[in-house]
């Protein structure tokens, strides 16, 4: 008959694929027809998160035979820091462990968020509500010390100068800059090279058309933001040509609607932003200066 095969299955985190410790087992199971596989995890203490259920089959001589991952996502208020890699270190003497005024903490957590990954907004989004001063230190310290691990204090300095540009800039009466778009972009990309201003242009809402040269990998990218509500300062992304961003091919048309908006944009016989008197947009997109 054919030999017996190993079957493995563990949970791993989907961003950094770490196999998750306590989430892990495995069974030996003689070939059948069908076989069945029944087993389980106790996920209390799973932190929040996005992970892979893997199950792999192995023969006698450890080769792959059948593979298996199944995605999903896990919020628990229930947080176990180093489960998710936030080590239970002594932070004595550094600069997280001097702001210990829960508020003030509050705002150098929510101002990373443009720069944090989903494992991070989670993990910030619980203890913001918990409000645990010591983990949300230890938070703000592993944060700065994974960017820059020789000098976490200068990385945290500096970002926050960026902030606080952000935050005179952007603001508004509801929002703070790094909250909005702009200063989320901003914060996540930094300055852009040019950025063209139009708030007075005739049948058009006030927006700004914004140019990177670079970022990254990807060349010659675009920001498009506009304020529908005339009310607020807080400009929205309506569209970018910079991959993973909103990408809208209607906003052209959607600057331009000022003057019509109770109308559908999709409407036959609307006007579009080729009609209308003044019309800079796409000269602006096209050549940024």
């Known amino acids: 008959g054919e030999s017996p095969y190993l079957v493995s299955y563990f949970i791993r985190n989907a961003d950094t ?166 200063g989320r972009v901003y914060l996540q990309y930094g300055a852009p090279n040019t950025i063209s201003r139009n708030y007075n242009e005739p049948s058009a809402y006030p927006y700004e058309i914004w140019h990177y040269y670079k970022i990254g990998t990807q060349t010659n990218k675009r920001f498009v933001f506009y304020n529908p509500d005339l009310v607020s300062d807080e400009f929205i992304l309506l569209h970018s040509d910079m991959q993973g961003e909103v990408s809208n091919y209607q906003w052209e048309n959607m600057l331009y609607i000022r003057d019509t908006q109770t109308r559908d944009i999709d409407q036959e016989g609307l006007p579009n932003a080729d009609d209308y008197f003044g019309n800079r947009a796409r000269d602006n997109y096209i050549n940024p200066r």
Not at 47 to 57: A, D, I, K, M, R
Not at 74 to 92: K, L, M, V, Y
């Open 17 to 182: 694929k770490v196999v998750m410790s306590s989430y892990s087992a495995f069974k030996k199971q003689e070939p059948r027809d069908v076989n069945i596989l029944i087993g389980e995890f106790p996920i209390k203490a799973l932190p929040s998160g996005n992970y892979q259920l893997v199950v792999e089959l192995r023969n006698q001589q450890n080769d792959m035979i059948a593979f298996r991952e199944v995605f999903f996502q896990r919020s628990n208020t229930i947080f176990a820091p180093a489960e998710a890699g936030i080590p239970d270190r002594n932070i004595e003497g550094t600069f997280a462990a001097a702001i210990t005024d829960a508020d003030s903490l509050a705002e150098y957590i929510k101002s990373i968020r443009p720069i944090a990954n989903q494992l991070e907004v989670t993990f910030m989004t619980n203890q913001l509500r918990l409000a645990d001063t010591k983990l949300m230190q230890q938070f703000l310290y592993d944060f700065w010390a994974k960017r820059n691990p020789i000098d976490p204090q200068s990385a945290f300095a500096e970002y926050n100068k960026e902030v606080i540009k952000v935050n005179n800039s952007f603001s508004t009466n509801l929002t703070k800059g790094y909250d909005t778009e702009r």
